[in-house]
């Protein structure tokens, strides 16, 4: 089997910056709450929970939910 | 317009739900997830389906949060922690619906399936040398993307990374779940982390070979 260089390309940047303490999407479910609720109070989650973090940038389908959660919650305010 | 609802705290909301103001706090409940919900969906579902789409959703999410109240472990409000179980209900739904008619194999590349033959060799020209560094590290790349990892793995990393399928549909169609399938999906990254420090080689130095011209 062959891939193009593209695919090749896209795979090898998502083992560029692998690490070893990455959380799964049940991990990072569990913490959402009250990660969305740090962010809609300013704090710095890179800082209060960087794994978190780190998930919802790799994770294409936690982010989403993230996102559609932070503008609800926003909305309710 | 007051609403006293928003005020339980959360313990308030637990009592209710589980005690004798229950249908109270259902509808209230609901009534919440709904209006969350919509703000939740109103730029990503097309608007003649919002309402609809919102109220099932709604229900859905109802049932699973009432079904899971024991879980809630009070590190947040009860409502962000009953609207991000809503999210989760609408998003795999509408992820669903979305993907439903394509398998992993409709996502494969073409060039997958057929022999390729880089450029380089069938061009009539000369051979710059960026273009030869490029073509043996697609080449080692490739080599060791077939070897590391399980046809499993790269079944899914070629429907997610090339096919932009969401987690959670690969895993359906793989008879697991998001979470599993993350983890694999994990290992996978690792393996060819560890393969290409064996070679000799970091990811940014392949990167650099693959933008050579």
New interface residues.
Partial sequence: ?????E??????????N?R?D?I???EC?D????F??LVLSGKSVDEARPLVQDHLKR???CR??FE??L??????Q | MADKTRDRTNEEWLADLRGPERDQAIADLRENLTRGLFFALVNRVPSNKLDALVDDFAQDALIRILDNLDTFRGESRFNTWAQKIAVRVAYTELRRQRWKDISLEDLLPEDVQGDFTPAILTDAGPTPEGQMIRTRMVELVNRLVMEELTERQRKAMLAIVYGGMPLEEVARRLDTNRNALYKLMHDARQRLQKRLAAEGLSPEEVLAAFDEQ
């Fill in positions: 089997m062959n891939l193009s260089p695919v090749l390309k896209k795979i090898v940047t998502r083992v560029a692998t070893p990455e799964s999407c049940a479910f913490e959402l709450d009250e969305a609720e994770c294409k389908d989403e939910e559609a959660l503008d609800s919650l926003t909305a309710l």
